[in-house]
RNA sequence: GCCCCCGUAGCUCAGGUGGAUAGAGCAUCUGCCUUCUAAGCAGAUGGCCACAGGUUCGAGUCCUGUCGGGGGUACCA
């Protein structure tokens, strides 16, 4: 699609000697094909030619003369509509995906760049609960789409495994805490003492200063906190490992909080030298009253260490390590003030890099309506909720196809495939309320719905069972509905790259939805395989460049193509 | 109190930098399986885009105010 683009930007920037680059940003596609394919909306040129939009749209109508591969320039009030050679738009758009399958939206655009992405970052001695899978797949998605635009893209589990709250932790194992029941259940026994610990603190503030003192004890290399922190790890981490897997994720490193334990008191020195830092009420702090901030906490009075030392020290060591041309933050919008804060203090530390550092927020998860509250013991249990899908998933096979191999692992596929999807079924600022109904549905707009289409065009090319051949004719191919599959096949390297430009997997969802809705359409009308063999072939050309592009977006999202269900 | 985000169909959400008739899905109702998987398709119902002003040729989109919801606001992350 973009060959039409650059086709048309090239036209339009010689009669109106503008800049080419300015007009290929500026072309749309049409809303719904009534006006052609491609527009160029003429409001930009009213200042210039000091003319109407409109008239200039017209103007410009009688002036162009269209290239081969357009049928027609029109203009509409004020745009001016190109319409694509159909024979054209079906060569070049095919073509392009049979010839590069997998790779079909890949570009090397950004190659040479380096993207670090912090995401997923549970913390320990907790159960992975659901409010975690939103950062973790909204990352997965875009260390994918950022590899795809040819990035070197570095994932990085920033594992909450330090601060305050561990303290809390092995005060509390060492009141009421029990080795064998640990070892038997580690992450139920350290989510029970968590909660206990909180529930009982409401009544005795002074379980609040033993947690806050275990801390302190923690960074000074206590032997016996240090040694329950150690076990608390290794049981987490164990944990978090069986989720990860499940879900298809890999981190290039698992560096947690603690990992910079060594790096603060430099950063802190270098802070001091600078002389950013100062006292206020016994705490070291950057100061950002001038900027309308609250204080940036680095140390608190006790000496102990806080979260934004942590982010500080990462932040430096992470530069210094990768030299990135971007950092993302995926983490949720609750914590937007505290990176405002670390920005902020990057900035004052004089590190201009600074400027390609970015919070990638999103909204919260709400159970039904309710405020999930890790401390209260209200949690989601991730696994549960795959466990779930994936039984419903296997209870619909077992009934619509019961001779399906390994149903498990399809089930499985389609149940991951609708928890993940519905975490892009909106923008991804905006709150989600879960509930089991909207988590387990799988009719309308979801992952199974794209893996069904997926799954049904499989099974053509199983019917078809021929290679699919390139050199079709493209007249046969001359239904409105496939002319207008092709157009919105042609424009999925368009969204790839806006979906990383917003750091928004939403974009792909969105697209992958139309293009399996209008493909739902077509199939329901008309036969593919029918007895003419050529058209039978050339419609296997187009509804296979479906399947593989589904699949692609589908990679992008982190979400498994099966060809069976 | 102050700062940030949000308010579009009964519900969940789309509507890239203002621009061509406000769109989906779920739910409800009606059709469609002797032909490529009905996890599907076609259709119907459903809207003073929270409210009030303003900016302009044009506002769901931008500005101000009001109301309603969410988040943040120094020793949690």
Redesign the pocket.
């Known amino acids: 699609m973009e060959t039409f683009l650059k086709i048309i930007s090239q036209l339009l920037a010689t009669e109106l000697e503008m800049n080419k680059e300015e007009i290929y940003c ?1 072309l ?1 596609f ?3 094909g ?2 052609g394919d491609i ?1 160029f ?1 003429c ?1 930009v040129l009213s200042a210039r030619l000091k003319k109407s ?1 409109s008239q200039s749209a017209s103007e410009l109508e009688s002036k162009l003369s269209p290239p081969p591969e357009i049928t027609e320039i029109r203009a ?4 001016l ?1 190109f319409k694509v050679k159909p024979d054209s738009l079906i060569k070049e758009v095919l073509g392009t995906i049979h010839r590069e399958q997998s790779d079909y939206g890949c570009s090397d655009e950004c190659s040479g760049q380096t993207v670090v992405m912090d995401y997923s970052s549970p ?1 320990i001695a907790k159960p992975f609960g659901i409010g975690h899978l939103r950062s973790t797949v909204i990352g997965h998605s875009l260390i994918r789409i950022y590899r795809s635009q040819g990035y070197k893209a570095i994932g990085i589990n920033h594992i ?1 495994d ?4 561990f303290g809390k932790l092995i005060y509390a194992f060492s009141q009421w805490g029990d080795s064998g029941r640990l070892a038997a259940n580690p992450i139920g026994e350290l989510f029970e003492l968590y909660v206990r610990f909180h529930r009982e603190a409401e009544a005795n503030p002074e379980l609040e200063r033993g947690g ?1 003192e275990c801390f302190r004890k923690l960074e000074e290399g206590d032997q016996y906190a240090v040694n329950l922190w150690k076990q608390f790890h290794l049981y987490s981490t164990a944990e978090f490992d069986r989720v990860y897997k499940r879900l298809g994720i890999s981190f290039d490193y698992q560096t947690g ?1 603690s990992f910079y334990n060594d790096k603060m008191p430099g950063v802190i020195e270098e802070l001091k030298a600078k002389n950013l830092t100062k006292l ?4 070291l ?1 950057v100061d950002l009253e001038q900027y309308g901030m ?2 940036c ?1 680095l140390k ?2 006790d000496e ?1 260490t ?2 934004a030392t942590r982010d500080l020290a990462a932040a430096i060591y992470r530069f210094k390590e990768f030299a990135f041309d971007k950092l993302l933050y995926i983490v949720g ?6 990176f405002q804060q670390l920005f902020k203090v990057i900035e004052l530390m004089g590190y201009g890099w600074v400027a390609n550092c970015l919070h990638v927020d999103f909204g ?1 998860i709400k159970f039904e309506g309710e ?1 999930m509250s890790t401390r209260k013991g209200n949690i989601i249990v991730l696994e549960e909720v795959l466990d779930e899908s994936q039984r419903l ?1 296997l209870r ?2 077992e009934d ?2 019961p001779d399906i191999e390994n149903r498990e692992q399809v089930a499985e596929d ?1 149940g991951l495939g609708a928890v993940i999807f519905a975490q892009f ?3 991804r ?5 879960f509930s089991w109904d ?1 988590a387990l ?5 979801t992952g ?2 794209l893996q ?1 289409t997926h ?2 065009i ?3 090319e199983r ?1 078809y069972g021929k290679d699919i051949q390139a050199n079709i004719d493209p007249a046969l191919l001359s239904d409105q509905a496939e002319i207008k599959l092709c157009k919105q096949l042609g424009q999925f390297p368009l969204a790839i790259n806006t979906a990383m430009r ?1 750091n928004e997997p939403f974009i792909i969802a ?1 697209y992958l ?1 139309l293009l399996a ?1 209008e493909f ?2 077509y ?7 029918v007895e003419d063999k050529s058209l039978a072939e050339a419609r296997m050309f187009l509804v296979s460049a479906v399947r593989i592009t589904l699949r692609n977006g589908l990679y992008l999202l982190g979400i498994k193509a099966p ?3």
């Open positions: 500026s749309q049409t809303p719904d009534k006006f527009a909306p409001f939009p509409e009030g004020p745009y509509n913390n909450g330090w601060g305050t709250q806050r909080e206020s009420q016994d705490a702090v609250p204080p906490l608190k009075k102990a806080l979260y919008a609750e914590q937007k003030l505290h919260r405020e998933a619909i096979i619509k196809n389609i079924s909106s923008r600022g905006k709150n989600i309320s909207e549905n799988f009719d309308g707009q199974p719905y069904y799954a049904r499989s099974s053509l019917k917003e969105c939805l809705s739902n359409g199939y329901q009308r008309v036969r593919v395989l060809v069976k269900m």
